[in-house]
């Protein structure tokens, strides 16, 4: 059977790296997160792409989308090496996923579906353990071991300040390209605002019925 070629959609917030942890360890197949890409390459200087910032970080400091000439070569260049893959991240406007149709077919595009008032709530409560990459929240998912507990941060864009900005943003950009994959066929739509281990089971099947 050919390995799933899927994507996560969802606002900041919505659980999309939460889940595709899951998904790749399940379906065994690669998790390309244009977000943790652009965030190793937060300093990596574009000014020779003419955009308006140097850097990516000045975009994400400020809850902006990163120019799309800079975000399409990365997908690319991962999806060339992925056979399956969940695309977490990205298309994030309807120009990337125009660019997304000349590089590849999917099989599902999931949806998380979450409510604002929880989205702010799940991102300024948002902890990282730095060493492992594992996202915890102080109040939904602490973690039991105190040393984790002592290194865990937060992250830059996730101030109320600029969580309010990429809500403002994904509204603007992203919910369009829900509306795409909907008319596409493509879209599952599910309830995000369920416990993670719920949000799970219903994802896990919705994709063993898609692929
Ligand atoms: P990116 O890193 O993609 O961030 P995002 O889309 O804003 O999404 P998040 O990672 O914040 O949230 P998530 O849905 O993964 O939620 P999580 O699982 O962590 O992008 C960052 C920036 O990079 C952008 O602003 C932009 O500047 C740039 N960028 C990225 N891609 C781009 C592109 N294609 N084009 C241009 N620019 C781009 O969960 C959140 C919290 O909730 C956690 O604490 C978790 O423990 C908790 N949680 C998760 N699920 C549940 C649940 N079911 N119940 C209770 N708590 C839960």
């Known amino acids: 059977?050919?390995?799933?070629?899927?994507?996560?959609?969802g606002a900041p917030g919505a659980g999309k790296g939460t889940q595709s942890a899951k998904i790749t360890e399940e379906f065994d197949i690669d998790h390309i997160t244009t977000g943790d890409a652009l965030r190793s390459n937060k300093g990596m200087?574009?000014?020779e792409m003419?955009?308006?910032?140097?850097t990516p970080g000045e975009y994400m400091d400020q809850g902006e989308l990163v120019p799309d000439d800079v975000v399409n070569a990365i997908v690319d260049?991962?999806?060339s090496q992925a056979d399956g893959f969940v695309l977490?991240?990205?298309p994030r406007n309807l120009e990337q996923a125009e660019e997304l149709e000349g590089m590849t077919d999917l099989d599902a595009a999931l949806y998380?579906?979450?409510s604002d008032d929880e989205l702010v709530h799940r991102?300024?409560?948002r902890r990282l353990d730095p060493e492992t990459g594992d996202i915890y929240h102080v109040e939904y998912n602490p973690p039991e071991d105190p040393e984790v507990e002592a290194r865990l941060e937060q992250r830059d864009d996730d101030t109320e300040a600029t969580v309010n900005e990429r809500l403002r943003v994904f509204k603007e950009n992203t919910e369009p390209v829900i509306d795409h994959y909907d008319d596409e066929g493509l879209l599952e739509r599910v309830d995000g605002e369920q416990a993670p281990e719920e949000v799970w089971e219903e994802l896990r099947t919705t994709i063993e019925n898609a692929t």
Not at 50 to 54: A, G, P, Q, R, V
């Open 77 to 79: 260049e991962a999806l």
């Open 1 to 9: 059977m050919a390995q799933p070629r899927l994507l996560i959609l």
């Open 50 to 54: 003419e955009t308006e910032y140097d």
């Open 123 to 125: 991102l300024t409560g």
């Open 88 to 90: 977490d991240g990205y």
């Open 45 to 47: 200087d574009i000014s």
């Open 112 to 114: 998380l579906d979450v």
